[in-house]
């Protein structure tokens, strides 16, 4: 339950935050994206992002930001160097909250603090991939300023997942 005393942050990802990180991603991929991508690649890629993927990745030099409420973890985003290749430098890799906590503005908070990390980093431009049927991060991102630049394909359990590349100059 959201309450006006309480308390909501965005900070770098801790290595002690995995098992929760863990879970997070489980509830939010699951939420996300049951019916959108066969759930055979979906079980897959549950289980590949399990507690030691976390843990490697929160050693990494990889950004992780964790977004908190009264001191929980409720989601997170990564970002960093685009992988598309193209004039944006900057990517948001990921970017997902908890369900109860989608659609009341912490989303943005997590989307501003990845883009002050790329800032910091001196990347110029952004761009955020979304599966095509995802019409929520859809609007969430062309409400954030960002417009469709690129369009890619997938292959999950030997289905073609289309995804769209939502991109910001600077």
């Known amino acids: 339950m959201l309450s006006a005393s309480s308390k909501f942050q965005v900070r770098p990802g801790h290595r002690s935050d995995a098992e929760r990180l863990t ?3 489980q509830l939010a991929w699951r939420q996300t994206y049951t019916g959108m991508v066969p759930k055979q690649h979906l079980d897959n890629m549950i289980q590949a992002r399990g ?6 990745t929160l050693r990494s030099r990889d950004t992780v930001l964790t977004a908190e409420y009264d001191d929980e973890i409720i989601g997170y985003a990564t970002c960093g160097a685009a992988r598309y290749k193209g004039p944006l430098q900057g990517e948001i890799y990921e970017l997902y909250l908890l369900p109860d906590f989608q659609g009341v503005g912490f989303g943005e908070f997590l989307f501003e603090a990845c883009r002050y990390q790329l800032d910091q980093q001196s990347r110029r431009g952004l761009i955020v991939w979304a599966l095509a049927a995802n019409y929520s991060a859809a609007q969430f991102y062309w409400r954030r300023g960002g417009r469709p630049v690129a369009t890619s394909y997938e292959l999950m359990a030997g289905e073609r997942i289309e995804k769209m590349g939502f991109g910001w100059r600077d």
């Open 23 to 25: 879970q997070v991603f």
């Open 51 to 56: 507690l030691p993927w976390w843990r490697r």
